[in-house]
């Protein structure tokens, strides 16, 4: 498992871990890991350390500590290395001490250089932008989880000058510019090829939009003795393999569970083949169809149980999945929403289902919805969701009192509890979960992005559901599968959504192997 802390969090790890150790160590501890992660990239892109220019680019707080210490290891090792002090008289004393006993240079950006012109065209400017363009690395200590908003106006010509030059951009700790917290980016923020981050990830190292400047993410330990329930958390391969159903020597079809999907319509009839396709690869041993699509249904797969009636006619079901292209047929949401089993709600479906009907139901939710369903369910512009998915998902999660598992580039599924320390309003485990981390899906690629993809995700998250998954691990191991799947089915290449739900087995096969 991959796990992130907020700064509220890591700020105490830190401070119980300070009181025990000499002043300064936890710095330098961290500015060794960084040093030696920008010495790996020297060495393999540029041949070695010695006679590579460094450009360090240092804000007023210990994020710009950690960058002197690392580059001062590095010119103690030849690296010609030039730090542009963004605020002079703020720079890290000690750090900045031992940059210059190790021979590097300073290039100090004052108040006059930043009032004088937005493009910092001054001498001081003109001399730092410059570095940054010959650099063939550049160290971002601007700011790391002090920081608040963009980057500040003089910043801005020194990170665009790195994204356009050749240089390797190395994050300390995070891209300067992003929330750590939420990964949002309200402003200019830095593009990092590497972000080096120290004692634990930060929510906004696996969120989008910010986890996009932060290029790829190595750990570096210090030691942290963080709370055993983070704020955010990412499945990897080896947990996704232990949620997983395994049927039993003593399982037959019904044991392995029933999943019923309420979906398609005489207009929209592949909604419903392409929910069935998904539910038939996720575990369940069983898939029942009820509703208008049901001749195609069975003409493709054979092997579902259809009915053409609504699902309160259908048999019994472990689970039940009801939204995908239904139109504007309420009925049939109605009839799932107070059935006493699981149900996942997506597409149509959200917004024909009534709020107070979901919150009052006691068998776990699953909504489904992407970016645009969540801002109309909100009642806010889709452009919000998006530049803020962690709260948009905990919001709706706790304002249904269901799971939501908020689609898109970094998928992320948070229980009813996320953000308000867990659990139900009566106290009692509800199905949803155990926890209330966010679990966000680090498998996800842009592929998926094709029509009908959302009906196959939906059938196979509920299929996990009928199979005795919670809402959150059915909605995040359905998530991590269906990236996967798209990945294999996609190889580079754009697939259709059947193509991703064929590949969903060799995918399972893929994490249960390892
Ligand atoms: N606290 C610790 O024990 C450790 C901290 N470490 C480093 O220290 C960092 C945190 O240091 P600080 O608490 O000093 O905070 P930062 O260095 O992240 O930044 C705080 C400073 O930046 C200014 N600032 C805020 N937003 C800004 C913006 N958008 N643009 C420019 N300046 C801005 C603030 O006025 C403040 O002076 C971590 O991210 C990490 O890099 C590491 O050395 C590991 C140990
Ligand atoms: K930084």
């Known amino acids: 498992m991959r796990t992130a802390y907020s700064v509220e969090t890591v700020r105490a790890a830190e401070r119980d871990l300070m009181a025990r150790l000499p002043e300064g160590a936890l710095m330098r501890r961290a500015a060794a890991g960084l040093a030696a992660a920008c010495a790996d990239l020297l060495g393999r892109g540029y041949g070695r350390v010695y006679g590579s220019r460094v450009v360090l680019l240092v804000g007023s707080g210990d994020n710009g500590g950690d960058a002197l210490y690392a580059g001062a290891g590095l010119a103690r090792r030849g690296a010609g290395v030039t730090a542009v002090l963004l605020t002079p008289e703020r720079a890290h004393a ?9 021979g590097g240079r300073t290039v100090e950006i004052t108040d006059a250089d930043a009032d004088a012109d937005a493009d910092l065209g001054t001498d001081a400017g003109t001399a730092a932008v410059a570095a940054v363009r010959r650099a063939d690395l550049v160290m971002d200590g601007i700011v790391g989880i002090g920081g608040t908003g963009g980057l500040r106006p003089e910043a801005v010509p020194l990170a665009e000058a790195a994204e356009r030059s050749g240089a390797t951009v190395v994050a300390v700790d995070l891209p300067s510019g992003v929330d750590a917290d939420t990964g949002e980016v309200r402003g200019t923020a ?37 709370p055993a329930e983070p704020e955010l958390e990412a499945l990897q391969h080896a947990d996704v393999a232990r949620l997983l159903p395994v049927p039993g020597a003593e399982s037959d079809k019904y044991r392995r569970g029933v999943v019923g999907i309420a979906a398609g319509s005489a207009r929209y009839p592949g909604a419903a083949v392409l929910a069935v396709a998904g539910a038939l690869r996720g575990g369940a041993g069983a898939v029942r169809y009820a509703g208008p699509a049901a001749r195609d249904v069975i003409a493709r797969f054979p092997e579902t149980l259809v009915s053409d009636r609504g699902p309160k006619h259908a048999g019994r079901v472990q689970a039940w999945v009801v939204g995908p292209g239904i139109g504007d047929d309420a009925g049939p949401v109605a009839e799932v929403l107070v059935a006493d089993v699981p149900v996942l709600i997506d597409a149509d479906g959200l917004r024909l289902a009534d709020a107070s009907a979901v919150r009052a139901r006691r068998a776990p939710t699953l909504m489904t919805p992407h970016a645009g369903e969540a801002a109309a369910l909100l009642g806010v512009e889709r452009e919000e969701v998006e530049a803020g998915r962690l709260a948009a998902a905990r919001e709706l999660a706790g304002r249904y009192g269901a799971t939501v598992l908020l689609k898109g580039s ?41 029509a009908g993809s959302g009906d196959v995700l939906s059938g196979l998250a509920g299929s996990l559901l009928a199979a005795g998954l919670s809402a959150r691990d059915a909605g995040s191991v359905a998530a991590y599968l269906h990236g996967l799947a798209g ?3 996609a190889d580079g290449a754009p697939v259709g959504a059947h193509d991703v739900a064929e590949a969903v087995p060799g995918a399972w096969r893929d994490v249960m192997r390892g």
């Open 487 to 489: 990945r294999h089915a």
């Open 94 to 102: 000690a750090g900045l001490a031992a940059l210059r006993r190790a």
């Open 410 to 450: 970094t998928t992320l599924v948070a229980g009813p509890g996320a953000g308000d320390g867990g659990g139900n309003e009566d106290g009692k485990g509800n199905g949803n979960g155990n926890g209330t981390a966010v679990r966000v899906n680090p498998t996800g690629t842009s592929w998926l992005a094709t």
């Open 190 to 226: 830095l593009r990092a090829d590497l972000t080096v981050t120290f004692g634990t990830h930060k929510p906004g190292l696996l969120v989008d939009p910010a986890r996009e400047y932060a290029g790829s993410v190595r750990l570096v330990g210090i030691g942290l003795d963080l």
